[in-house]
């Protein structure tokens, strides 16, 4: 990754050597001949203040609104400080690649927001209901945390040197009728031990613990609020500061249009980022974010009773289940994927990200570029990008619909592979796409027009770029 950022970098700077001679400017500014009480700012801002207040911007919006689900737990797994540097690189590792999937294509992000939420919001009015019957509190964000792999249940077990295979139930073990169980209920810190002697934990979803809780196996926990926001690393503040960049950033974009100043292409992206970033970080704002490690939903003294376990390996989802051995069964992690796969959700969803997304930079469309290609392809480039989630679904959708008929059946099957490869075709001209409007809004930070450099009121507003 960094051989090729590298490459990237040095082939923008290489291309913008040939395109144009390399020259700088050195700003003048005087100084007080005599102490004052006040020195106003230069009215002036140079590439490196562009670029530094963009990037940060852009990591704003990119990584810092990010919400995973609780990752994988390493219990007593690779001891020692290599250890350490192993599972801290895997969990850098796995925000980074959804950084980056965020930098190509921020509206695959909201897509997964937004499916998150409608998923909770299904599941959240029952177990709303048996919390109030339980008398405990219970929010949108405890379903959301119960979605996002932050609930276990633990038991004590006294199973130590048995085969964690063993102690599971298979299915022709799942009993007809069952007895409550009495745990222990977790009212403070969920800091229990994983359980490592025997893996004698379960990780619960909604689904589960509603099923649980309607089998009358379970009783709702006490977890109040501010335990899930002790648990959560993304507090209000933490929001609130990225916020307030992105805001500062559409200020800045909208103060530089009014006055009819240059914008540079790199801003006007970075405002296409701001855009889908305010509307993921509402989608999010109830959302826990970046919970380390799961909080105990119950837990008891003993052995998880087989009431439980049964009820588990009953209601679990049974793709999970053919993929997953019985001693891993209820400990993997949650897969980061999409909550509410209904195809008209993620379809309409898609649509509305790719217009905010895509957009903005057609903002561009009449702005200084190195060449006239170059503008053609950001046009080009742009429309499509923006109008890429609309063609998707109506055309390669409909497209079937209205040419089956025409064809005979024979060609049927031959006219699916045509539209399948289209699309994949379609996909692959909008990840060129993207990567050409992000190649060259650092390119053409080389050829701006002197108004560009122009600082606005703006400048004098703290940020953190």
């Known amino acids: 990754m960094r051989s090729s950022s590298g490459y990237i970098f040095v082939l923008i700077w290489a291309y913008s ?43 704003a919006c990119t990584w810092s609104v990010l919400h995973l689900n609780v990752p994988e737990q390493r219990d007593d797994r690779d001891p020692g400080r290599w250890g350490d540097l192993k599972w801290g690189m895997k969990a850098i ?22 499916s998150r939420l409608n998923n909770a919001r299904r599941y959240h009015p029952r177990l709303k209901f048996y919390a109030d019957a339980d008398r405990v509190p219970w929010t949108l964000a405890h379903t959301t945390l119960a979605n996002m792999g932050g609930f276990v249940v633990r038991g004590t077990s006294d199973r130590v040197g048995k085969d964690p295979e063993s102690s599971l139930p298979t299915r022709s073990d799942v009993p007809r009728t069952s007895t409550p ?9 969920g800091s229990v031990p994983l359980l490592a002697v025997a893996k004698e934990w379960y990780i619960l979803d909604s689904d589960t613990i509603i099923r649980l809780r309607y089998e009358g196996h379970i009783v709702l926990p006490c977890i109040p609020q501010a335990e899930i926001d002790e648990h959560s690393k993304g507090d209000a503040f933490t929001k609130v500061i990225a916020a307030a960049q992105i805001i500062w950033t559409v200020a800045n974009t909208t103060t530089r249009a009014y006055r009819s100043l240059a914008t540079s292409q790199l801003e006007i992206c970075v405002l296409a980022f701001c855009v889908c970033a305010l509307v993921i970080y509402a989608v999010y704002w109830s959302s826990p974010k970046d919970v380390p490690v799961p909080i105990t939903f119950l837990q008891w003294a003993g052995p998880i009773p087989s009431t439980i376990t049964a009820e588990f390996i009953k209601f ?11 001693a891993e069964l209820g400990h993997r992690p949650f897969r980061n994927d999409f909550a509410d796969k209904r195809k008209d ?12 997304f895509g957009a903005p930079h057609l903002f561009a469309w009449n702005f200084t570029f190195p060449t006239p290609a170059e503008r053609i392809m950001w046009r080009a480039s742009s429309l499509y990008c923006s109008l890429f989630g609309l063609y998707m679904h109506f055309l390669l959708r409909d497209i079937g619909i209205l040419l089956m008929p025409h064809f005979p059946k024979s060609l ?3 006219l699916g592979k ?17 990567l050409f409007l992000i190649v060259e809004m650092f390119r053409t930070l080389f050829f701006l027009p002197p108004s560009a450099y122009i600082a606005t009121w703006t400048s004098s507003v703290p940020t953190f770029g």
């Not at 700003?27 to 590439?47: L, Q």
């Open 418 to 434: 045509f539209i399948r490869l289209l699309g994949y075709v379609s996909l692959l001209a909008y990840v060129l796409g993207r």
């Open 181 to 189: 169980a009495t745990p222990i209920q977790s009212q403070n810190n």
């Open 345 to 356: 959700v993620l379809s309409y969803t898609f649509i509305v990200g790719a217009l905010f």
């Open 93 to 114: 590792w796995l925000k980074t690649k959804w950084m980056l999937t965020t930098v190509i294509a921020p509206e695959f992000l909201l897509l997964y927001a937004v």
């Open 17 to 59: 050597q040939v395109a144009q001679a390399y020259t700088t400017f050195e700003p003048e500014c005087t100084n007080p001949k005599e102490t004052v009480n006040f020195v106003a700012s230069p009215p002036t801002r140079g590439t490196l203040d562009i670029l530094w207040s963009s990037l940060f911007t852009i990591f």
């Open 412 to 414: 049927h099957t031959w």
């Open 316 to 326: 679990a989802d049974s793709d999970r289940i053919d993929r997953t051995s019985k």
